[in-house]
């Protein structure tokens, strides 16, 4: 096996304070690389209001059970604020519940998530701070499985862009915080809930992902949007004009990414064949926002038969020194048994 390894590009340092916005903290990240694009007072603790409910929906996910019918108790729906309407006796499934919570944003569905996994409020949010030290958020404690404020309940704008790059990688995390309205049963009646979050519906990029409010929080929110082949999140922290801030801050964010051409045709031995020698190609743009590099895996020679798009090989592509994709290399031509008289 051949290697080839070649730097594309290095791109200027990446201008964090450039845009301007009303959060008291925010910031916008590559969801991928975790590169920071803007970044305003992102490491200070504050109160994050409902946006706490993407860890309580990602430890739901990972729990499993999704089709599981679950009974709602009178200890579950003790709570205050906006709530889905569920009441004691109540049935619906496991994902109805987490639908519900993320797209009401409703507090009863969150304390029932909590009480159905580790049996208390309190031996969940000891199940939510332990997987929020697993993912790497340093600065974070969960009190509560809604984001209502009690005790020292806060994160920090970075904290919760982390936890959101992770969640993101659950494709039914992604689906359901990317939904605009969903039909829930309750008890076997429908009932259609709706996303608080805006953005959803101003174009198809933006595929989440949670608001937030609470006196002390104030207007809180966690959006993520996709970008040539690249998924960004940004969120704010106290932010009286959070719908413009987002679209603002991804305007900014967006401009810092540079295309990255990966392209190259080889000629290839062949063993076997009418000829000895053949072409293979690869041809794919990219945008990234940091240093991009590639290298090439191929083989000594190829025993013929060889046809048309045959993979030959891969070009490894990094973004920020992350493996990003396997690029196949393809036979340009044909190169069929023996040789020619």
């Not at 000895?276 to 590099?293: L, M, Q, V």
Request: with cysteine.
């Amino acid at each position: 096996m051949v290697l080839l390894s070649v730097m594309l590009a290095l791109f200027v340092p990446i201008n964090t304070y450039a845009a301007q916005c009303s959060a008291v903290s925010a910031i916008v990240v590559d969801a991928d690389t975790m590169t920071i694009l803007y970044e305003k007072n992102a490491f200070a603790q504050r109160p994050m209001a409902s946006t706490t409910k993407i860890m309580t929906a990602l430890l739901a996910l990972e729990n499993g059970k999704m089709d599981e019918t679950v009974t709602i108790t009178s200890k579950m729906v003790q709570t205050e604020g906006s709530a889905l309407g569920l009441k004691a006796g109540d049935k619906l499934t496991f994902y109805d519940l987490i639908v519900g919570m993320m797209l009401t944003s409703g507090n009863d569905a969150a304390n029932s998530v909590a009480v159905l996994i580790s049996g208390s409020i309190e031996a969940f949010a000891e199940l939510m701070n332990k997987r929020a030290s697993e993912i790497g958020m340093k600065n974070t404690l969960f009190v509560t499985p809604s984001g209502l404020d009690e005790g020292a309940h806060h994160s920090t704008a970075y904290d919760m862009a982390l936890l959101t790059s992770y969640a993101l990688k659950f494709e039914t995390f992604c689906d359901i915080v990317s939904k605009s309205s969903a039909e829930i049963k309750i008890s076997g009646k429908p009932l259609t809930v709706y996303n608080h979050n805006k953005l959803l519906g101003y174009d198809k990029s933006y595929f989440g992902v949670k608001t937030g409010y609470t006196s002390k929080a104030g207007r809180c929110l966690v959006s993520a949007k996709k970008y040539k082949g690249n998924k960004l999140i940004c969120v704010t922290l106290s932010a009286p004009d959070d719908w413009n801030d987002h679209v603002n801050l991804y305007k900014e964010a967006m401009s810092k990414y540079k295309k990255a051409s990966i392209s190259s045709t080889l000629e290839f031995n062949a063993v076997g064949g009418e000829k000895n020698t053949f072409t293979g190609s690869y041809d794919k743009e990219y945008y990234f926002c940091t240093d991009a590099k590639f290298r090439v895996y191929y083989r000594p020679f190829y025993y013929a038969p060889i046809n048309k798009g045959d993979k030959i090989g891969e070009v490894w592509v990094y973004n920020n020194n992350k493996l990003v994709e396997r690029l196949p290399i393809e036979a340009d031509e044909d190169v069929n048994y023996g040789r020619k008289e």
